[in-house]
């Protein structure tokens, strides 16, 4: 099966910077597009920004401008750029992909996340 890894969470003071990683493992036989979302209690997991196979990014407006997603299609990861870091940025961050396990099943993968922390 898919496996995601993510890392790159911690505390940071507002204005920091992070930089988030994962690796997607397992049996994968292609990957449609890759990107991050994060969830806060008592809210729904958001979009915070993705990438498909070919480099199309999209971000939530929140980010944009502050935030860079990128990925290593050779070795099945995608990273996230986050700077100037908001005290409303602060979550668990999950990494996602969209792919193929097997010639026939194309489905949602996600990894266990990690917390990011925005100090006032």
């Known amino acids: 099966q898919v496996q995601l890894v993510e890392s790159g969470g911690g505390l940071v003071q507002a204005g920091g910077s992070l930089r988030l990683s994962c690796a997607a493992s397992g049996i994968i036989f292609g990957i449609n597009a890759m990107g991050w979302y994060r969830q806060t209690p008592g809210k729904q997991r958001e979009l915070v920004a993705t990438?498909?196979?070919?480099?199309?990014?999209n971000y939530a407006d929140s980010v944009k401008g502050r935030f860079t997603i990128s990925r290593d299609n050779a070795n099945n990861g995608v990273y996230l750029q986050m700077n100037s870091l908001k005290p409303e940025d602060t979550a668990v961050y999950y990494c996602?992909?969209?792919?193929?396990?097997?010639?026939?099943?194309?489905?949602?993968?996600w990894g266990q996340g990690t917390q990011v922390t925005v100090s006032s």
């Open positions: 990438i498909t196979h070919s480099g199309s990014a």
């Open positions: 996602w992909t969209e792919a193929w396990s097997d010639l026939r099943s194309l489905s949602d993968y």
